[in-house]
């Protein structure tokens, strides 16, 4: 027997148009990427993404056709979040620090009929645009003033597309399961796969992401999301947003620590949010300018972990709380958030900085579990770890136009390997091909490596596994020693001893020169794993 | 083109799963019916839940079929609120406090199939029981040393029941818009008709609720509902909280403010809600005894009307922020709440208890209009009224086995007349049957009632419409006057004069020695129109 209530689909345009009805005069300002700052409110963000839409229908755009973005956080790609979504077709966010093969590979296989690029964008795509052969429209999102002369074809002005519509338009209903957006992640492996949401996906995630425990949205906030709109929906924060009536700030192309301190003074920010090499330049500015916060109470972590200096620098010397969140473009992306219980109330700063340092609790409406390799589920108490595998609605079910499940049983194997403890904080121990399977169970390359470049006389450390034929794999650890004083592999072993299980300790020590990176920066495990392909442990 | 992500259906058995993994040790406290306090935690609360599911199961109940309840706010009730959705059948409050002819038109209408009764109905549903055919199970919710001697045919013991199984349990997984639980609704005419809720429209309501500007729960709060289990799913708080992670206080049968208190201070109660009338007898114990609300930061007050001055002494008096809800059984029910925005920090105290003891502004996700006579859409600017419309995914479709539509052009029409401001701040003027419809516009009964109670020699009063032959109906003014030094109709027509509009002006006067009343004490205007069905207006 069904329920009787009123069959009311959860759609992306009603988001907005709640908030033009009901904040319609509350505030969203934009660092422009022409330079200046623009400033109008919800009820002319809802108008102008109408005008969108009939824009779009215009140059014929139909439901279910992907329009790519290729911009900053400003107010017109957050009216292309809407304008498209709303009309029924698929707002496709580019990443446009991605390679250009990867850029290309990814507008040919979503088959983007359309794109919508920022000023700074403008020379890279003209070198790709005669790769990309379906797309029939180029919009570069400015005003006539700013248009420049450029060699994509037949480009068009955003500022007159959408001026010379009239917003006379209704969102269309339709089901709730269409296609929304589309974002693609760039695996270290194979082709990017593209993660195609839902509107009701989109919508849910929003209820869920402005929750207290979550990132704690509210009328009275000012939000500033440092995150890009081309990485994972920026955390869900366009959308999130309008759901509560919250003031947007959007930083445009000014990334830079002194222009979001000076848009933080300026618009009153309480909330901002971005990944850990953002605030590491911006703690630094404040430290060197004696500049605070001013009405910042909350900094969202994720994209990658968050240290626990970091976190103690925000919150001791800022006064700011730190929201530690993990997910992935999979997640939409928000999987959990370490926000603390009354439990922890009584917790020292120390203790409660160690748990702030974990990834967090699933955030509610997730389900999280730790499996090992033959997909047994693990116990939750902190210590035991496995393959990090999440579930819920707005997590990936299949990948765009790809051959293959994406999930395991249900369930959508993360990728990380993972303890969760008794409170449901989540920690990343490991990614799962980096782990060292050893007669069955399995050691942490992580965990090693942070006890070894703790010993004061190494530069940089990575442990990878080795085939083993009695154990399957045994660590191998390679180290880059400073260059004073080398220890030796002796040395550090007895270093290790007493800090690891007995069964952890490397089969062998390599010293090398240097280690090879990526282009992030991060230890290349791939890399490492190739150069040491048919390397014979002495156990062996 | 449908998005991919995973299908994951809103299950309200989820909401229990989630907090027993990741708050299993957060309590839940009960005074229990037996008297003294019950504790236990979410993690004992899921098991209890799925055996309880077990013994429907056992019992013979099977997906679809209505489970009774008549019962305070106990964890045993708690617990049928998630054994009886979680499998499939349909939880279905009772209220005790109904007239006996209108319970068992409500039981026999849904086909109860079992009733579980707390020890303080059992007398009252003895009374009823042979004419409950369709009831096949009758459970006393207590243990066996308080099983009562009744003369329900074949009444079951709660305890014994539930602790005959193992819990070894697999909530059923299904379609989101499964029936789920079932209120009915008392009209003053008619039959009460039944509100029949959806997993879907539970778990979003939930969602709805837990948000900063509804009623801000969050892991670290301790929720008190007094508002019953039976009224309205005690505004959603069962099921939010376990949402959250909320540590939950339930009052059993102990509604009195020293019992109130008592559980406040013991239990670190942070959030409390109730209706009106609970408020006035806990501010008086306050004020007679000098207590204080200890750690409750936040009183939800909703079911009716918060005057203007409950909220000042909460605020003022005690430093307690209230939270005016407005909502109905058909809306879940959370419809509006007068949470402030950032532009009304500046206000005067006096600003902003005027715009708390307004109805609110829409919840996220709920969309309202005011609409006139005809249909037509009304401004939004505090002035203009209508009959207020609502919408949403946990607004009433259909009432439950009754003809005719529930709804008007697809929204639900409430039956009050109310105003909305530019914010979004809804204010209930009247109710839509008690509004004079003169010359198609709309007289306030209340307003014009209020202007005339403010009359120092007025003991009461009402307006209601009497036809006329021209304008349709105009006003009719019942004065009871106070009994030394009586008004005369002239003195009171120059009191109104700069008061009102013009053509608000009653056509005519009468004193009466009293009003009519309902059981609730408010006035009967229903009474009161037939008591002046054949009035002709000296107008006329």
Redesign the interface.
């Known amino acids: ?8 689909p ?1 759609l992306i345009s ?1 988001l907005l ?2 908030s033009a ?6 505030e969203i300002v934009t660092r422009t990427v022409e330079g200046p700052i623009h400033r109008y409110d919800y009820r002319s963000a809802a108008r102008r993404s109408r005008q969108l839409a009939q824009a779009l229908a215009r140059l014929g755009i139909e ?2 056709d992907r329009v790519a973005t290729m911009a900053w956080n400003t107010h017109r790609h957050f009216e292309l979040y809407f304008g498209v979504s709303g009309m029924g077709a ?1 707002c496709h966010t580019l990443n446009p620090r991605l390679f250009a093969d990867q850029l290309t590979y990814i507008v040919n296989h979503a088959g983007d009929k359309a794109v919508f690029v920022d000023l700074t964008f403008v020379p890279l795509l003209e070198k790709l645009a005669d790769q990309l052969q379906g797309v029939e429209h180029w919009v570069v999102m400015t005003d006539g003033e700013h248009m420049p002369d450029t060699s994509l074809p037949n480009a068009l002005c955003y500022e007159d597309l959408v001026e010379a519509e009239d917003g006379n338009y209704d969102w269309p209903s339709f ?1 709730e ?4 957006s589309l974002c693609y992640t760039s695996g270290t492996t194979g082709h990017p796969k593209g ?7 989109t919508v ?1 995630h929003s ?2 992401a ?4 979550t990132l ?5 906030d ?1 939000v500033l999301p440092v995150v890009p709109m081309f990485h994972a929906n920026a955390w869900g924060l366009p959308y999130a947003s309008p ?3 919250a ?1 947007q700030v959007l930083p445009g192309p000014g990334l830079d620590a002194p222009s979001l301190v000076e848009l933080f003074e300026q618009e009153e920010v309480t909330t901002t949010a971005g990944v850990p090499t953002i605030w590491l330049g911006l703690l630094q500015h404040l430290r060197d300018t004696g500049k605070s916060l001013g009405t910042v109470r909350r900094v969202v972590i994720g994209g990658s972990a968050a240290p626990r200096s970091m976190i103690a620098e925000f919150q001791e010397r800022h006064r700011v709380q730190v929201v530690h969140a993990w997910g992935m473009t999979e997640t ?1 992306p928000l999987g959990t958030v370490g ?5 922890h ?1 009584g917790l020292s700063e120390d203790a409660r900085l160690d748990l702030q340092a974990k990834q967090g ?2 955030v ?2 997730v ?1 999280l579990r730790i499996v090992s390799d033959d997909g047994a589920e693990q116990v ?1 108490d902190g210590e035991a770890f496995g393959e990090l595998e999440v ?10 136009r790809t051959e293959g499940e994406a ?1 395991r049983d249900g369930w ?1 194997p993360t990728g990380d390997v993972a303890t969760i403890d ?3 904080f989540m920690q990343i121990t490991d990614r799962a091909k980096d782990v060292i399977k050893s007669g069955g169970e399995w050691i942490s390359s992580i965990d090693l490596e942070n006890e070894v470049v703790a010993h004061p006389r190494v530069a940089e450390a990575a442990v990878i596994g080795i085939h083993h034929p009695k154990w399957d794999e045994r660590p191998l650890l390679v180290v880059v020693a400073k260059p004073d004083d080398p220890p030796t592999a002796e040395e550090l072993r007895e270093f290790l001893q007493d800090k690891i299980a007995k069964w952890w300790m490397p089969d062998d020590i390599v010293f090398v020169d240097e280690l090879p990176h990526t282009a992030t920066g991060k230890i290349s495990k791939k890399d490492l794993r190739v150069r040491f392909e048919n390397y014979e442990l002495p156990t062996a």
Request: net charge positive; glycine share 10%; charged share 20%.
């Open positions: 027997m069904l329920g009787q209530m009123m069959d009311h959860l009603d148009t709640f009805q009901y904040h319609g005069d509350t439901v279910g698929v089901d399961n269409t296609a929304s993660v195609l949401y839902s509107h009701r996906s849910l209820y869920a402005c929750m207290v425990d704690r949205l509210s009328a009275r000012s759901l509560v009536g003031k939409s926000t603390l219980k009354s439990k109330e609790r699933a509610a409406g389900q939750q579930k819920g609605p707005w997590v990936v079910g299949r990948y765009f999930l959508f008794h409170d449901g």
